[in-house]
């Protein structure tokens, strides 16, 4: 058994170090496209990370199984089950949070969620507030605004292989102005090796106009290898996710992330988490880390960014019920 997982711990490994490998080597054929990017990409809520676990892990999470699966690639929605709720603080200026549960419909498995995100634009900056992104949220300002989406996602098994979609009806706020839309999310999981290899086609359709400013959906095409928990010797488990996304401009962002679980006592776990991503936007670090404690079928996730440009560090707190 132990040289079982072994083999299992090490495909895992190779799998996730081959796809980090090739990530890098194209990241660096885009990296050109930086300055470019950084424009009107909205509603924000889109581009924030989805919960605590993944964020810790750079914010890889195109084949988790957890709920958080609705919002990253309703491909792995038949492998989720539960309930997940985080909140993120950037400084004392902005609020970010999510909940999602998944259930099992007859041969289907369904997903609801929500994600919010409440900040202060810079006066008639809403342009400018998008182009900064997440990370510059904590600067503040001094219009009301507020991002939404509420999700709805399917998932099923068809011919051993797992395909889902899902709906999100977004909105943001600026002010006394507002926009709505709809954005479709595509994905694709199958079983391999250890682990999940994940495809998915993220926030398609029109953006929301916003103060005369006509933003575009946060577009991304993604694929990403994951899996764990899986045991290393008596009292250690760890897990891997490693992805690789394609932005709408051609931009090339590879991300990925372990946790490592210690497990003093049975239905115990304590999880160390690291996450390694390339930047994108002004201030955004390379590296996350957190922790997590599991108790039978309740997590604790804990995560944090340790933005740069003197920015304080942005913490987020997560509840998981399998």
């Known amino acids: 058994m132990i040289i079982s ?17 090739v990530a890098l080597l194209c990241s660096g054929v885009a990296w050109p ?17 989805v919960s605590a676990r993944t964020l810790a892990m750079g914010n890889a999470n195109l084949a988790i199984n957890d709920a958080d699966a609705l919002f990253a690639n ?6 989720a089950r539960g309930l997940s709720v985080s909140m993120q603080r950037y400084g004392s200026a902005a609020t970010a949070g999510s909940a999602a549960t998944v259930t099992t419909v ?33 600067d503040g300002g001094v219009v009301d605004a507020a ?23 977004v909105q943001d706020r600026v002010g006394g102005f507002n926009d709505r839309t709809a954005a479709f999310d595509l994905g694709f999981a199958m079983p391999f090796g250890p682990g999940s290899l994940a495809i998915t086609a993220q926030n398609l359709g029109s953006g929301p106009r916003i103060v005369d400013y006509e933003t575009v959906l946060p577009r991304r095409f993604g694929v990403g290898f994951g899996g764990g928990m899986f045991p290393v010797g008596e009292y250690f488990d760890i897990g891997a996710q490693t992805q690789l996304i394609v932005e709408a401009d ?54 944090m960014e340790p933005m740069r440009g003197g920015r304080p560090v942005s913490h987020r707190i997560g509840f998981r019920l399998k």
């Open 5 to 21: 997982n072994r083999k299992h711990v090490f495909a895992l490994c190779q799998s996730a170090r081959l796809l980090g490998v």
């Open 33 to 49: 496209s930086v300055a470019a990017a950084q424009r009107g990409e909205g509603p924000l809520v889109l581009r924030a990370p």
């Open 74 to 79: 309703p491909g792995m929605l038949v492998n």
């Open 106 to 138: 007859g041969s289907m498995t369904v997903g609801v969620g929500i994600q919010l995100l409440e900040w202060r634009a810079p006066s008639f900056g809403y342009d400018e507030a998008l182009r900064q992104g997440t990370p510059r949220l904590s």
């Open 147 to 169: 991002s939404q989406a509420a999700t709805i996602g399917v998932g099923r098994i068809i011919k051993g292989m797992r395909f889902g979609a899902s709906v999100k009806y």
């Open 250 to 303: 051609g931009f090339v962002r590879p991300a990925g992330g372990v946790e490592l679980g210690y497990i003093p006592i049975e239905g115990v776990a304590i999880v160390f988490r690291q996450g390694l991503r390339l930047p994108r936007e002004p201030d955004e670090p390379l590296v996350t880390a957190g922790l997590g404690v599991t108790v039978d079928r309740i997590s604790l996730d804990y995560a």
